[in-house]
């Protein structure tokens, strides 16, 4: 992918997934609402997972609910979106870290 329509592509990303939320605030049922999110899950699951880089650990623009200037360390983790990749290779890390801290901690 060129680098020049990389922000076009993680603008789309962010506005994709503003849809479910604008039709929250119209009222939209609840079974409007599971299938907006169904299908902005299986849309951001594709593309995602089509990217040159994907399942590589490195420095992908858009996190923390802002699509330029913050990084995350993999194209899909379910910090970014809520697909079933589950947790990228560094947040798993990181939690196993924390939960070895804490048992030793414990053990003590």
Not at 13 to 33: K, Q, V
Not at 42 to 55: I, K, N, Q, V
Not at 71 to 92: H, K, L, N, Q, S
Request: overall charge positive.
């Amino acid at each position: 992918m060129p680098r020049s329509a990389r922000p076009a592509l993680v603008a789309l990303l962010f506005a994709l997934s503003a849809a479910p939320h604008c039709a929250r605030a119209e009222g939209a049922p609840e079974t409007e609402m599971d299938k907006l999110f169904a299908a902005q899950k299986a849309w951001e699951t594709r593309f995602l997972s089509s990217m040159a880089h994907s399942g590589k650990v490195g420095a992908f623009e858009g996190a923390s609910y802002e699509p330029r200037g913050l990084y995350r360390p993999e194209a899909d983790c379910i910090m970014f979106t809520r697909d079933e990749v589950g947790f990228c290779r560094v947040c798993r890390r990181a939690i196993e870290r924390v939960i070895d801290l804490n048992v030793r901690r414990a053990a003590r």
